[in-house]
T-cell receptor
Framework: DSGVTQTPKHLITATGQRVTLRCSPR?????VYWYQQSLDQGLQFLIQYYNGEERAKGNILERFSAQQFPDLHSELNLSSLELGDSALYFC?????????FGQGTRLTVV | GQQLNQSPQSMFIQEGEDVSMNCTSS?????WLWYKQDPGEGPVLLIALYKAGELTSNGRLTAQFGITRKDSFLNISASIPSDVGIYFCAGPNAGGTSYGKLTFGQGTILTVHP
């Protein structure tokens, strides 16, 4: 158990809808990362937050947004969903250098 | 931005064989991390390397931080079926993960035949 909790584990939704993925980092970790992994693809960095502030941004679509709350949990919001958004979405947290991943949310857009 | 080139992309080996994979970068990294991902699961940290030249073991796994700080190697000895998965190298931007994204290699898909 990495200590990083992601909910829900699975999500099936229709095109055009909006969903929110939630991540609770390890106790004490200030950094939260979001990654997208499509079938047979590597880990694509989306965005990083550090202590509530956006720290780094990757190839995140404008339809996607994220935030980190005062209690350090983070949410990734995906809107106007398309079939191609179907993927595994991972959250990771870190204190200094080593990042620990959650189990992921498998999003299926139908 | 920083990129990590991981090779080989995939490996098919027999149980009991040793495995070697590597990761290279055009930029210097101060830390190298190696992860394993089982199908449908999140990546799990296997080994972390912090100093150039460092050699670290974790059971049958051994990883090395290259002297130039631009590469790293992961070796798996006497492979077993549960070694199957995707292995990723990763490195944080300068300043550590608190200062920017963790860059990942493309992954090495390992298949072990019994």
């Amino acid at each position: 158990d990495s200590g990083v909790t992601q909910t829900p584990k699975h999500l099936i939704t229709a095109t055009g809808q909006r969903v929110t993925l939630r991540c609770s980092p390890r106790s004490g970790d200030l950094s939260v990362y979001w990654y997208q992994q499509s079938l047979d693809q590597g880990l694509q960095f989306l965005i990083q937050y550090y202590n509530g502030e956006e720290r780094a941004k990757g190839n995140i679509l404008e339809r996607f947004s994220a935030q980190q709350f005062p209690d350090l949990h983070s949410e990734l919001n995906l809107s106007s969903l398309e079939l191609g958004d179907s993927a595994l979405y991972f959250c990771a947290s870190s204190a200094l250098t080593e990042a620990f991943f959650g189990q992921g949310t498998r999003l299926t857009v139908v | 931005g920083q990129q990590l080139n991981q090779s080989p992309q995939s490996m098919f080996i027999q149980e009991g064989e040793d495995v070697s994979m590597n990761c290279t970068s055009s930029s210097i990294f101060n830390t190298w991390l190696w992860y394993k991902q089982d199908p449908g699961e999140g990546p799990v940290l296997l080994i972390a390397l912090y100093k150039a030249g460092e050699l670290t073991s974790n059971g049958r796994l051994t990883a090395q931080f290259g002297i130039t700080r631009k590469d790293s190697f992961l070796n798996i000895s006497a492979s077993i079926p549960s070694d199957v998965g995707i292995y990723f190298c990763a490195g944080p931007n300068a300043g550590g993960t608190s200062y920017g994204k963790l860059t990942f290699g493309q992954g090495t898909i390992l298949t072990v035949h019994p």
